[in-house]
């Protein structure tokens, strides 16, 4: 073989060698973010579910999004999560949007509003009645991306320390309670303050003020309620499934790779079925333990007084939709499937409940 022949084999040859060589390893950036939420940590129902949501996300990206969680207070105080991640300090929150109604009001459509959708009326609305295209362009004003993360159920009406027999009852009344039925029961003549979870108890116990509301016997019972006031209202009018969100820094989620995006969303929508299964199964499991304490009594509001409260939820609404072009359309979408729900949960859910407790003899 002449020496030309023969280097041009062996270059030929060590070139289709090197194809089964590894390939040398790439390094992928590796993304820190922080985490802040308004709950204490490991608090029930929500601090678990935002530390798992944190890990989650840490495990799914194979360590490239690092999830570092901020309880309330840590890093900013509890109510100022949203402008915390607006302005990057941090780069998401898990919290409930009815929180951040300082910057604007139709965010309580994307919790709870009073007599509203329950979790699953909620969760169809946003997946497929285009609630979710709402949201996102709600929150797009301030650069945030937001992604539903789970419900709490049916909420309790709340702790009073006297019993409320009509409407007059609610004149004077110092109540902690949250969203847009702390409007309502303002215009009832009541006296509203929003506190931190962490406050509840102790303003109670000081008689800072006279009834709260918090989530439901889960999160009411660890937090010690069951011992500050005797009657417990069932259930809440105000929010019949509360919505839980991850919300991240828009431009700081589109500026991750497509991948890392898809286990944000991802890690998120896995989180919404398991926290209300969590919320369900606690709250199932706590209700004996609340009747246990001392001198606690059960209540309903009388129907003359949810009549009341219902025609009063209705003005405030009527004024809130009229705010501006987004409010009006998010208004009209809610409150239409909200129309079909009624519905369909008159001929399905309501019918099988009562068919259940006939079968059952209870």
Excluded: C
């Excluded at 937001?146 to 409320?164: D, L, T």
């Excluded at 215009?187 to 406050?199: E, K, N, S, T, W």
């Excluded at 299964?277 to 001198?295: E, K």
């Amino acid at each position: 073989m002449k020496r030309r022949a023969f280097l041009t084999s062996a270059a030929v040859g060590a070139a289709a060698g090197a194809t089964h060589l590894a390939a040398p390893a790439v390094a992928k950036r590796v993304f820190e973010w922080k985490m802040v939420m308004p709950w204490p940590r490991n608090a029930p129902g929500v601090g678990v579910n935002a530390e798992r949501l944190a890990k989650r996300i840490t495990e799914m990206s194979g360590g490239r999004l690092q999830i570092r969680l901020f309880a309330g207070g840590e890093l900013v105080p509890p109510f100022e999560s949203f402008e915390a991640v607006r302005t990057g300090t941090a780069d998401l929150l898990h919290g409930t949007p009815y929180y951040w109604v300082s910057k604007a009001d139709l965010f309580q459509y994307f919790t709870a509003i009073p007599f509203g959708m329950t979790a699953t009326e909620f969760s169809a609305w946003l997946y497929y009645g285009g609630g979710q295209a709402l949201w996102d362009e709600a929150y797009a004003d301030f650069g945030l991306k937001p992604f539903y993360a789970g419900n709490s159920g049916v909420q309790a009406g709340g702790w009073f320390r006297r019993e409320i027999d009509t409407m007059a009852d609610f004149a004077g009344l110092k109540i902690r309670i949250a969203g847009l039925g702390g409007e309502v029961l303002r215009r009832a003549a009541a006296v509203v303050v929003l506190l931190p979870p962490g406050d509840i108890v102790p303003a109670m116990q000081s008689g800072a003020i006279d009834a709260a509301e918090w989530v439901g016997p889960w999160n009411d019972l660890a937090f010690g309620l069951p011992k500050v006031a005797p009657y417990y209202y069932l259930p809440a009018f105000h929010e019949p499934g509360a919505a839980l969100e991850l919300s991240v820094n828009k431009e700081k989620y589109d500026a991750l790779p497509a991948d890392l995006r898809a286990i944000v969303s991802a890690a998120a929508s896995s989180l919404a079925n398991e926290t209300l299964a969590d919320f369900t199964f606690h709250n199932t499991q706590s209700l004996p333990a609340v009747l246990d304490v001392h001198d606690v009594k059960l209540r309903q509001f009388p129907d003359e007084v949810v009549e009341s409260l219902g025609a009063l939820t209705r003005e405030v609404l009527e004024e809130l939709w009229k705010d501006s072009g987004l409010a009006a359309r998010v208004h009209r979408s809610y409150m239409a499937f909200l129309k079909f729900s009624r519905d369909y949960s008159g001929h399905f859910d309501e019918t099988m409940l009562r068919h259940r407790r006939l079968a059952w003899g209870e």
